[in-house]
């Protein structure tokens, strides 16, 4: 009988721990040096959307960005948000992660059917990693008659 106790004894003190233990918590992943979660904010320094229309044709400015791309205005503070997949999500936009380098990571969301593309860099210290700027393009087009229509709005935040 004290046989049978002292092994019953041992059974559940090796199997105590197993059921208590918790799986140590998961380090951020790290996308270009900016960890998921990672939130910056800056200032829009230039806002500026253009339009050609045609092969060669000249640029036309605009004051306001056309639907679909967010409006941003010079000295409005946007906050951005690194994602779970390491995009960069802002204002009415997430811009997926495409490599993170010295000085910049690049973002783009690449044009698929129905879908315009967007670009955009985070520039960062050389020595801290630590986000210094954003530029951002978002480009739509539109075909009439045969005649091709592309804007571009561009943002520089610091």
Do not use: W
């Given at each position: ?47 500026e959307t253009a339009t050609t229309t045609g092969f060669g044709g000249t640029p ?40 993170g380098d010295i000085g910049a990571n690049a973002y783009v969301n690449k044009p ?46 610091q």
């Amino acid at each position: 009988m004290k046989k049978l106790l002292l092994r019953a004894f041992a059974l559940i003190a090796a199997v105590l721990p197993l059921t208590v233990a918790q799986a140590a918590p998961q380090p951020p992943k790290i996308f270009g040096d900016f960890a998921a979660g990672k939130t910056f904010t800056f200032t829009v320094t230039t806002a500026e959307t253009a339009t050609t229309t045609g092969f060669g044709g000249t640029p036309v400015s605009s004051p306001n960005a056309p639907a679909g791309v967010p409006n941003l205005i010079v000295g409005q503070q946007v906050t951005f948000v690194i994602g779970k997949k390491g995009e960069l999500i802002g204002p009415g936009f997430k811009i997926g992660f495409l490599e993170g380098d010295i000085g910049a990571n690049a973002y783009v969301n690449k044009p698929k059917k129905g879908a315009q593309p967007t670009v955009a860099a985070v520039h960062k210290d050389t020595t801290t990693n630590a986000p210094t700027a954003v530029s951002m393009n978002f480009f739509t087009f539109k075909l009439s008659k045969r005649v091709p229509t592309v804007t571009m709005t561009t943002y520089i935040l610091q």
